[in-house]
T-cell receptor, first 114, second 112 residues
């Protein structure tokens, strides 16, 4: 049962253009969503997050949008830079019975072409 | 402030041996999480610990796997009698309370 889905395994974008990475979820109990970026042979790095009570959060070139009715969120990177090339993971958090965990999607590999 | 530290970075074990993975959380963080990533897959939650307590181990295989986070020292993920299917990258994360988790560089376990 995959509760967080990233249906696009890869995305290629020209430098300077917008990158849009998508994520769908099924569990309406999720209360917080996060995006992580991962380079090969490194651990994931926290990028940006959004609470379920908001629909947009912006941090520099990165903006996350949340559509609760559609159970969909997206990460926009504009303008895209070659250094943004990495695997991006969407994650959702749920707190139940004093426990807290992140549920990750399978990732989208972004390639930004110079 | 040093980040989350994991060692070893690479670990090779023969089938049947034990693997011990260590994780030192960021200073001031009392929550530790272990995740496993198989090739071409996302990270899968394994266990959530606070000092001397296992809060949630719902993602841990029922046998051969155990985790601890003692009062002093790093968190340890132990895999006994390793099998080839245990080969994966194991990531540790820490957080001060909840939500944003900060990940270590991972330990890549190879079982031969």
């Amino acid at each position: 049962d995959q509760q967080v889905k990233q249906n696009s395994p890869s995305l290629s974008v020209q430098e300077g253009r917008i990158s849009i990475l998508n994520c769908d979820y099924t569990n309406s109990m999720f209360d917080y969503f996060l995006w992580y970026k991962k380079y090969p042979a490194e651990g994931p790095t926290f990028l940006i997050s959004i609470s379920s009570i908001k629909d947009k959060n912006e941090d520099g070139r990165f903006t996350v949008f949340l559509n609760k009715s559609a159970k969909h969120l997206s990460l926009h990177i504009v303008p895209s830079q070659p250094g943004d090339s990495a695997v991006y993971f969407c994650a959702a958090s749920v707190v139940m019975d004093s426990s807290y965990k992140l549920i990750f999607g399978s990732g989208t590999r972004l390639l930004v072409r110079p | 402030n040093a980040g989350v530290m994991q060692n070893p970075r690479h670990l090779v074990r023969r089938r049947g041996q034990e693997a011990r993975l260590r994780c030192s959380p960021m200073k001031g963080h009392s929550h530790v999480y272990w995740y496993r990533q198989l090739p071409e897959e996302g990270l899968k939650f394994m266990v959530y610990l606070q000092k001397e307590n296992i809060i949630d181990e719902s993602g841990m295989p029922k046998e051969r796997f155990s985790a601890e986070f003692p009062k002093e020292g790093p968190s340890i993920l132990r895999i006994q009698q390793v099998v080839r299917g245990d080969s994966a990258a194991y990531f540790c994360a820490s957080s001060p309370l909840n939500y944003e988790q900060y990940f270590g560089p991972g330990t890549r376990l190879t079982v031969t």
